[in-house]
């Protein structure tokens, strides 16, 4: 597939890696109770990861490679 | 505040307001000043992703069980990170090929299939059906609730309401009418709506900062924060519950995992998000920002679901309320007027924008891909009279609009009650899904056929009815349950929700990985059976390879005949009217320097090709096809012209290194072939060369031999000394003769390797005696000295005796002729070195020239000039002496200097029982 | 006065077998060696006939049947050519080069005199 240059495999990259920080192995560190700041341990690491995911996205789209 | 009329005129206010964006934008659009055309509106435009079920269904999934709901957003998240290709790759292919819709694209890549096209926009319908009744639900719903206030009711059951008297048919006819006004008031050629894109942008603002101001307001209008309000929830066993939802079971991932990719799937698939994200992008650019904004919005607009979900939980305990109308239901618990008015136009802006961008996108469909078809293939002579199409063109997309809102009502009314929300917008998720094998292996995989593709789509599209679609109708009392229970037919394997056995799995999970088993299976087992049809391929080459080729305008042009002008030009005209047909034709012109091409009586490829495609933006590429076809008078492709086509570009170069390789081989094979004309050459040249030489050598005793016996006989009278003298010649003469003939046929036996050797050990010792004793009369004859170095004891060599003898003999007799008569010396040694036996033979005679050093052991070759006729030798004593030598191992040389003699050298292995000793 | 012939070989007996059959034919008989030695004895000796051998050691008898042939001075001079070569270039060859007569070897004694009868005419 020649289509993917250097950007598109970064963030295709960035897709395994969200697929990973979303799912069991990781997802299943987190289920414990516990709060971060008053929020639940889970629902923090979701919304701290998912934000890492789209500032990492950002950077590789807006970044000349 | 809430009062009835209040809200009722709110609501048209915001209508109307949204209409006037569109208005406006249509307009800055016409004039050639596009609003939309920035990033920031691009990415906004594709949040109409977020719907009335985002709005309202994500908090009743989360207060059911956390964090359910967030897959819906993270798989998109993770898709777009993706889109740098896979999406880049569709925007090019659909600016190219003019794609109007998502059965456009499909159908266009297998080979411009009317009926593949047909077949998407059926399913697509079937499909989207649930989530347009879902919207309905939503408004609805949440009109009759707000109208309640101060009361806090949950709307009636469903089926007890008259139809006039139901909001949700009202909602859906004034959604239908505010469509129609949107979408269809005019065609445009390459199906693009400004004025939606702008409003459904501005929508998403709208339905962002409600949610957010209602999120806000729960977190720290009624509690202290987010901190106050999750410890309070966690004091609640069971809220504390749902705090860590996974607990353990690893059942409960699958189902997250398959969420994951089945909304990974949708943000592609689904009508709505292919048209905004495809046919109405205005630059390509615009994907760059969106990639990152549209996931940051989806964050934002679920950042707090979790505690709108919670806060409602913790305010109305012993589920009263249904979770799915917290987000309306506390604010008019806490008598926050303004916030709920608010919070229902939030609501009614994220339905609506969902309504307009899907019934438009399905409506393109159902009349470029379904119903023109069908028209021009079934009155085909009639549709070609009629002047003017584009009236026809609108009213079957108006009529499709208000028909898509009927059926949505219509499953609103049979089957709205059975799930939530959530659950009835994820079974058309799983219906796009069935795209997803046909579409991107389209793009990827130039094997996929359209037959393949059509297998799939079926095959994908039967299970998912039997397993999503049936259950709700029998959940709703329209089918019997014990179907669901029992299986059809009382069969258990075949129940809808555990087919062939395997339960356990909700029933989205359980669908899609039946659904895309059946779905990729057939695609690829029937692509794989059958080669894909010159049409298919050629398209396929150009949607698989198309961000590897340069950007080229008309993209390659594949038609061949020629069709005359005024009727090309007519045929356009009637599908956009005769002033964007001239305008096309000027178009063409300008791009191409031309002058006035609708003047020229005949149209080339290039122009039908151009034709084609704009035709193909209003009417889609099968249709375009077809139309263009009836006009054309085209010489068919063959196949083979079509691949050969294709592979040019890459054959070109195979074919060419291939050529590279033939020659290379070539000249090398002709460089050995000379290389061995040469050898034989010199080998026949040598071979004449013997044979003449043999032949002069044969010839020149036998000289001497008649003319002296002829003489004798002639002269009888010859006196006795001369007679004597003359027979002696005659005898030595024939000696000779004979000597030589012998040589040449031991060299002729040597050298064929017909040469008989009688093997057996050999003393050297006692043959260089006995050879030496037998030249003793040559050596008296020239006076030479003789001194031997003999050791008293060799071992012995496996050699042929006789040869042995004549290669000493040969050597001897050479020494004693080359010395000066008188002051010869010849000496002979024999030596034992490892593992040989060495002879020298040395004289002091005029020694040989280090020239003719290289060549005294070749055929005819003697010291000196070749045949001086000084020695009476052949010039071949030494050659046989040096092959008998070779045969048995040993070495054969001389060295010398001029004027100072030769030393002839040979050896020969010891045999191996001596060497081992 | 009697013929002159100048005998270029280097076998010796081929040479004597000539010598015999020449001397005994009456000819004045003069040898040379090789072809060197042939050339000068053209010169001092001034033979009416050559019987040229091909092979010899040196000059091949075709460069000295050249080189007669080139010198105006010997255009009378008779050249027979010997040769152990018989095939049909090589006798071509030699009458190009100007031999007058061409005889293989082995020759026959009697044919060899006739030749020689026939170059040289007996009346001087």
Redesign the interface.
Same mark, same amino acid.
């Given at each position: 597939m020649g289509e993917f240059d250097v950007r598109g495999q970064r963030l295709a990259a960035l897709c395994l890696l969200g697929l990973l920080l979303f799912n069991y192995p990781l997802l299943a560190v987190f289920n414990v109770q516990g709060a971060l700041f008053g929020v639940p341990v889970l629902y923090a690491y979701f919304f701290l990861a998912w934000a890492l995911l789209i500032a990492l996205m950002a950077l590789v789209i807006e970044r000349r490679g | 505040m809430l009062q009835g009329w209040v809200i009722v005129l709110t609501s048209f206010a915001y209508l109307g307001l949204l209409f006037a964006v569109a208005y406006y934008a249509d307009r800055r659009a016409d004039a050639g000043r596009s609003v939309i055309d920035s990033p920031y509106i691009y990415s906004l435009s594709l949040a109409v992703y977020a719907t009335a079920w985002t709005f309202y269904g994500s908090v009743g999934r989360a207060a059911v069980d956390g964090v359910g709901f967030l897959p819906i957003y993270i798989g998109p998240t993770l898709m777009i990170a993706l889109w740098w290709v896979v999406m880049r790759k569709i925007l090019r292919i659909s600016k190219q090929h003019r794609i109007t819709s998502l059965a456009d694209f499909i159908a266009s890549r297998y080979g411009k299939s009317a009926l593949l096209g047909g077949v998407v926009t059926v399913i697509a319908v079937i499909g989207i059906l649930p989530y347009i009744s879902l919207q309905l639900k939503a408004v609805s719903n949440s009109f009759t609730i707000v109208l309640q206030y101060p009361e806090i009711v949950m709307p009636a059951k469903l089926g007890a309401v008259p139809l006039l008297q139901d909001t949700a048919f009202w909602v859906a006819l004034i959604l239908a009418a505010f469509t129609i006004l949107f979408g269809t008031r005019h065609l445009d050629a390459a199906e693009h709506h400004e004025g939606m894109v702008a409003a459904i942008a501005f929508e998403s603002l709208v339905k962002l900062v409600a949610f957010i101001a209602v999120g806000a307001w729960v977190s720290w209008g009624i509690y202290n924060g987010w901190g106050d309000l999750f410890a309070r929830s966690a004091a609640e066993p069971k809220l504390a519950a749902m705090l860590t939802p996974f607990d353990g079971v690893a059942g409960s991932y699958s189902g997250w995992v398959w969420l994951t990719i089945l909304s990974m799937l949708a943000i592609m698939f689904l009508p709505r998000q292919f048209q905004v994200t495809v046919i109405e992008n205005k630059d390509e650019k615009h994907l760059n920002k969106a990639i990152w904004l549209f996931p940051l919005y989806m964050l934002a607009i679920n950042l707090f679901v979790l505690p709108i979900a919670f806060g409602g939980l913790l305010h109305f305990p012993e589920g009263g309320v249904d979770a799915d109308t917290f987000v309306l239901t506390l604010p008019m618990a806490e008598k926050q007027e303004l916030l709920a008015l608010a919070v229902f136009i939030g609501g009614l802006s994220a339905a609506t924008g969902m309504v307009i961008v899907e019934t438009i996108a399905l409506s393109t469909m159902i009349c470029n891909d379904l119903v023109m078809p069908v028209l021009l293939r079934l009155r085909a002579l009639r549709l070609n009279e009629q002047p003017d199409l584009s009236g026809l063109l609108l009213g079957i997309r108006r009529g499709a609009i208000v028909f898509l809102l009927l059926l949505g009502y219509l499953y609103f009314r049979l089957a709205g009650e059975a799930y939530a929300l959530v659950s009835i917008g994820l079974i058309s998720f799983a219906a796009v899904a069935q795209f997803a094998p046909a579409a991107l292996g389209g793009i990827f995989w130039m094997g996929g056929t359209r037959l393949g593709a059509l297998a799939g789509l079926g095959a994908g599209f039967a299970v998912w009815f039997y397993t999503l679609l049936l259950p709700a109708f029998a959940r709703s009392g329209w089918l019997p349950l014990g179907l669901l229970e029992n299986g059809p037919f009382g069969i258990e394997l075949l129940k809808p929700l555990a087919l062939f056995g395997v339960g356990g799995l909700d029933n989205i999970t359980h669908a899609m990985i039946w659904s895309m088993t059946a779905n990729i299976g057939a695609y690829v087992g029937v692509s794989l059976l059958r080669a894909p049809g010159a049409e298919e391929t050629r398209q396929a080459s150009l949607f698989v390879d198309v961000l590897r080729r340069p950007a080229e305008p008309g993209g390659p042009r594949f038609w061949r005949g020629t069709a005359p002008t005024p009727e090309l030009f007519n045929l356009l005209a009637r599908f956009v009217g005769l002033t964007n047909a001239a305008d096309a034709f000027a178009d063409y012109a300008r791009q191409h320097g031309q002058e006035k091409p609708e003047a020229r009586p005949e149209a080339d490829a290039e122009l039908v090709h151009y034709v084609e495609t704009q035709l193909a933006g209003v009417i889609g590429a099968a249709s375009a096809h077809i139309m263009v076809a009836s006009v054309v008078k085209e010489e068919a492709l063959s196949l083979e012209e079509v691949r050969a086509m294709l592979d040019e570009a890459s054959q070109i170069i195979v074919y060419s290194h291939r050529l590279e390789q033939k020659s290379q081989e070539l000249e090398r094979a002709t460089q050995e072939l000379r290389a061995a004309n040469e050898r034989l050459t010199e080998l026949d040249r040598l071979k004449d060369d013997f044979v003449s030489t043999v032949s002069h050598e044969l010839r020149t005793p036998l000289t001497s031999i008649r003319a002296f016996s002829e003489i004798l006989h002639d002269n009888p009278d010859l006196a006795v000394a001369e007679r004597t003298r003359f027979l002696n010649i005659v005898i030595k003469e024939t000696e000779r003769l004979t000597r030589l003939i012998n040589q040449i046929l031991d060299v002729s036996k040597l050298e064929s390797g017909r040469a008989e050797w009688h093997e057996s050990l050999i003393d050297l010792r006692e043959v260089i005696e006995d050879t030496l004793a037998a030249t003793s009369q040559l050596f008296k004859e020239r006076d030479a000295r003789l001194v031997r170095r003999l050791p008293a004891e060799v071992p012995k060599v496996v050699a042929d005796l006789d040869r042995i003898v004549q290669v000493v003999l040969n050597l001897l007799s050479n020494a004693v002729k080359f010395v000066e008569p008188g002051r010869g010396l010849v000496e002979v040694s024999l030596t034992e070195e490892r593992g040989f036996l060495r002879v020298d033979v040395r004289d002091n005679g005029p020694g040989i020239h280090p020239a003719d050093q290289d060549v005294i052991f070749d055929k005819f070759r003697q010291a000196g000039d070749t045949l001086t006729g000084k020695p009476q030798g052949s010039g071949l004593g030494l050659h046989i002496s040096q092959r008998i030598v070779e045969h048995f191992g040993g070495r054969m040389w001389v060295s010398s200097r001029a004027g100072e003699g030769a030393c002839f050298s040979f050896t020969l292995p010891l045999a191996r029982e001596a060497a081992l000793a | 006065m009697s013929r002159k012939v100048l005998i270029a070989e280097?076998?010796?007996?081929?040479v004597?077998?000539?010598e !015999?059959?020449l001397r005994?034919s009456n000819y004045d008989v003069r040898v040379a060696r090789d072809g060197e030695e042939a050339l000068r004895l053209v010169a001092s000796f001034a033979p009416h006939l050559v019987l040229l051998d091909v092979?010899m050691?040196?000059k091949s008898g075709f460069e000295v049947c050249r080189h007669i042939r080139g010198n105006p001075a010997w255009r009378n001079v008779k050249v027979m050519m010997l040769s152990?070569?018989g095939r049909d270039i090589d006798v071509n060859q030699g009458l190009a080069l100007g031999a007058d007569a061409y005889v293989?070897?082995? !020759?026959?004694?009697?044919a060899l005199l006739a030749t020689v009868r026939e170059l040289l005419p007996e009346d001087a």
């Open positions: - | - | 280097d076998e010796p007996n081929i004597a077998s000539l !015999f059959l005994q092979m050691p040196g152990a070569k293989t070897k082995p !020759f026959s004694t009697k």
